[in-house]
């Protein structure tokens, strides 16, 4: 579905991203995982379009993502949810789903777009008039992952949503991401919360100073001791 070869990228100076090679198949969650600075944001924002200097290969579902603008990108059926949330923070959650669906060229009824965001998280269809800045990070992060769905993806990029919750909520989105999976999304997660992204994911990658390192099944990253060490804290 995203296939992504030779792929060096960067902002002007020297590249950040190095040779990156990488794959998502349709209905996988696949986790990026790395240290701060690693380049995972980087990698995100090179299929989103929104870095400046790029060269490589990304397709996806066969048609070539590299140059495209990053307003052009949603049409594709990719949706990125960018590292610390952005949520519109004075207006109702409603009105920040409404938004979601906004750069949608074929629009479709919005009501059954939000029913279905929702269904995925109850807690929103709870607090719908409550201004989304007024809410916990972990309601505000439902609030950016439900946003991020109203464009009906067929591909989830997840920028650290586990980043500064709590862990009764971090639980919460793990079961969310579970469940959105289950929905047939396929989801490219970066996450410094490696023991959550192995426990969601089929099969990850770590990224290193710009450069993969390692790939393998979830399983096998989860015993690679390499991995434990400086991911897992054991
Ligand atoms: N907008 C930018 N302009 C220049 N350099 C950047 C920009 N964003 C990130 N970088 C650099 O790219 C490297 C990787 O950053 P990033 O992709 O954010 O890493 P990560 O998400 O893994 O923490 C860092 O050295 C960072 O300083
Ligand atoms: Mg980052």
């Keep these: ?12 100076g020297p590249d950040v991203l190095h040779d990156i090679a990488l794959h998502v198949e349709a209905g996988e ?32 579902n066969g048609q070539s993502l590299l140059g495209r603008a990053a307003h052009a990108i949603p049409q594709t059926g990719i949706a990125h949810v960018p590292e610390g949330r952005h949520v519109f923070p004075l207006m109702s959650v409603y009105d920040n789903l409404v938004m979601g669906a906004y750069t949608l060229r074929k629009k479709g009824p919005v009501e059954a777009k939000i029913e279905a965001v929702f269904a995925l998280f109850p ?17 505000q992060q439902m ?4 946003r991020a769905l109203m464009l009906e993806p067929k591909l989830l990029l997840l920028d650290e949503p586990s980043h500064g919750l709590a862990p009764i909520v971090v ?15 396929s989801v490219l997660l970066v996450e410094q919360n490696a023991s ?3 426990s969601i994911a089929t099969r990850g990658y770590v990224l290193e100073s710009g450069r993969l390192v390692l790939e393998g099944s ?3 990253l989860r015993s690679n001791d390499a991995v434990r060490r400086a991911y897992l804290g054991l």
């Design 123 to 139: 807690r929103l269809r709870e607090r719908r008039t409550q201004a989304a800045g007024s809410m916990s990070g972990g309601e």
């Design 196 to 198: 959550l992204a192995l």
């Design 1 to 12: 579905m995203l296939k992504i070869e030779k792929l060096h990228a960067g902002y002007g």
């Design 29 to 60: 969650t696949v986790t990026l995982l790395g240290a701060n600075t690693a380049g995972k944001s980087t990698l995100l924002r090179s299929i989103s379009g929104l870095v400046p200097k790029v060269r490589g290969t990304i397709d996806f």
């Design 171 to 185: 639980d919460e989105l793990h079961a969310a991401l579970l469940r959105i999976n289950a929905t047939g999304v």
């Design 218 to 220: 979830a399983d096998d």
């Design 143 to 146: 609030v950016a992952i439900g």
